[in-house]
């Protein structure tokens, strides 16, 4: 992509230069303006992404992204805007960002680890600054932890030698081996350099399945007694959190030195979805294709879903991530 930016920035420039010279000084002033392309970085920059390139942050527009886009999660929306916009604003911070997201499928983990990567960068999750590991895709065998562990490292430090406010996102961590993880611990750490590389300005982000039994434990505990979910605040659950985490073999954060040194910043629990959670992601669905919202269909489709407990049926088992598809049933042509 790069190279095709580049190459439309030389296109646009050659008109100009064709007018200024002979057929025969062509290939000389062609060559003129690809050296001053390339050597000067402003210019580059117009025609190709850039490192440092990276949106100014507003506090305002990330929480504007939050509350539009993510539902029945107060206490994620609050450590998120805190934690990215307090770390962003730091010039010297002392370590990376290190958020773990935890939470059942269809909760906002994904969700909002895109909506934190479109207010850093422009390209989002397709920016080049933006890497994106799925543990059963990228780290399916056992046998090769070895060999991930180098992998890992190399491209972590590659990439982060290549810009230094990069951001790291593991999907599925409870499926990742045990151990591996690990080896990105130095990279975690309060070092200001690591072999020359600095990776304080860098971000990670974790999502994770472990722990929802207990953010579920938690939120249930609270419906029963007759308390709003919003009453739940952080210290009710992140403690326990983290060492359901490092206690689940099941899980890649399994007794991992991440936890143990106390690199991971924030443990943030994404509660359960409601029924009303439910229609506040048909609705905003709606509208991202352009549909008049329909309260019919948002009810039709909101009924469809499936929910647990079996006796109290409170929370939704699929959270928004199936309501897309069944809301594609009545809207097929």
């Known amino acids: 992509m790069k190279v095709c930016r580049a190459a439309l920035g030389l296109l646009l420039l050659a008109p100009l230069v064709v007018q200024a010279v002979e057929p025969i000084s062509l290939g000389l002033a062609l060559a003129g303006v690809l050296t001053g392309y390339i050597s000067y970085p402003r210019l580059y920059c117009l025609f190709a992404e850039c490192c440092g390139q990276k ?96 992998q890992l490292q190399q491209w972590i430090r590659g ?87 490092f206690n689940n073999k099941n899980s890649g954060f399994w007794h991992s030195s991440l936890i143990d040194r106390n690199l991971i910043d924030y443990f943030v629990p994404f509660l359960p979805l409601e029924y009303k959670h439910l229609k506040m992601c048909i609705r905003v669905e709606m509208q991202s294709r352009g549909y008049e919202i329909d309260e019919d269909i948002v009810t039709r489709v909101a009924e469809e879903m499936t929910f647990f407990p079996k006796e109290e049926k409170v929370f939704s088992d699929k959270g928004c991530k199936t309501v897309f598809t069944k809301l594609d049933y009545y809207y097929d042509d």
């Not at 993510?70 to 990376?96: D, E, M, R, T």
């Not at 810009?163 to 081996?177: G, L």
């Open 55 to 150: 949106r100014s942050l507003s506090r305002e527009a990330l929480q504007k992204d939050l509350d539009s886009k993510l539902f029945g999660q107060h206490l994620a929306k609050k450590v998120i805007l805190n934690a990215v916009f307090g770390f962003l604003s730091n010039p010297k911070p002392k370590k990376p960002l290190t958020l773990s997201l935890h939470g059942w499928t269809g909760t906002g983990k994904n969700f909002v680890s895109k909506i934190i990567a479109e207010n850093i960068y422009e390209g989002g999750l397709n920016s080049d600054y933006v890497h994106l590991f799925v543990a059963t895709l990228h780290f399916p065998h056992a046998s090769n932890i070895t060999l991930y562990k180098d």
């Open 159 to 245: 990439n982060v030698s290549a810009c230094a406010s990069s951001i790291f996102i593991f999907d599925e961590m409870d499926k990742m081996h045990a151990g591996l993880i690990d080896a990105i611990k130095p990279f975690l750490d309060y070092y200001d350099l690591v072999d020359g590389v600095s990776y304080q300005k860098a971000v990670f982000i974790f999502l994770s399945n472990a722990g929802a039994e207990r953010i579920t434990d938690v939120a249930l505990d609270f419906w029963r007694s007759g308390k709003q979910r919003e009453e739940i605040k952080l210290k009710d659950m992140e403690h326990a959190l983290s060492v359901s985490v």
